[in-house]
Antibody, heavy 122, light 114 residues
């Protein structure tokens, strides 16, 4: 059975850094298109970052560009989101999610993890 | 970025009745070369992550009950639940994936039982 398990969330001060991990099981992360989506309290779902499955090209929302980096470790079958320069508005539940196999393209999301809470506050 | 706007923001429907949720995109998400609308619908129940119901605007995900259907093209889309069941209480989101990311979501529609 395919599973995505996020970890690494927590409380961090403004300007701080945090690395989220997403351990994948039941499938191989290599060549899978993956993404991070977040939802702040009372806000809509926000697509944050994604990585293509065939060439590891990455994409970012304007709100996190230059501060967040998405990467994967195929040997660990784990996806990461390195976050720096954190702001109060980054407070949200962060979901790791997977795209179906369309040759590595980022289309609709077919599987989600349970999410990990990131709180940015002093 | 493409802006996705859903209506209504909340909806109360009696059990067994039809529920209709609308989604409008600020530009067309129809790709003319393959005649596909790059639009998905998700359901989010309390305490759970979202779950895809419909993709390519009208293709039902495997395992999704056939009371759920998607329609529309270009900029205007509809999610219809033909006969509301108690387990359908959730927030529903549309998302476009027409452009290169970011792939924007609608603000969500909260569906309740009347």
């Amino acid at each position: 059975e395919m599973q995505l398990l996020e970890s690494g969330g927590g409380l961090v001060q403004p300007g701080g850094s945090l690395r989220l991990s997403c351990a994948a099981s039941g499938f191989t992360l290599t060549n899978s298109a993956m993404t991070w989506v977040r939802q702040a309290p009372g806000k809509r779902l926000e697509w944050v970052a994604g990585i293509r499955g065939n060439n590891d090209v990455t994409y970012y929302a304007d709100s996190v560009k230059g501060r967040f980096t998405v990467s994967r470790d195929n040997s660990e079958n784990t996806l990461y989101l390195q976050m720096s320069g954190l702001r109060a508005e980054d407070t949200a539940i962060y979901y790791c999610a997977k795209y179906p196999d369309y040759g590595g393209a980022l289309y609709y999301i077919d599987s989600w993890g349970q999410g990990t809470l990131v709180t940015v506050s002093s | 970025d493409i802006v996705m706007t859903q209506s209504p923001d909340s909806l109360a429907v009696s059990l067994g009745e039809r529920a209709t949720i609308n989604c409008k995109s600020s530009q067309s998400v129809l790709y003319s070369s393959n005649n596909r609308n790059y639009l998905a619908w998700y359901q989010r129940k309390p305490g759970q992550p979202p779950k895809v119901l419909i993709y390519w605007a009208s293709t039902r995900e495997s395992g999704v009950p056939d009371r759920f259907s998607g329609s529309g093209s270009g900029t205007d889309f509809t999610l219809t639940i033909s006969s509301l069941q108690p387990e359908d209480v959730a927030v529903y989101y549309c998302q476009q994936y027409y452009t290169n990311p970011p792939h924007t979501f609608g603000q969500g529609t909260k569906l309740e039982i009347k």
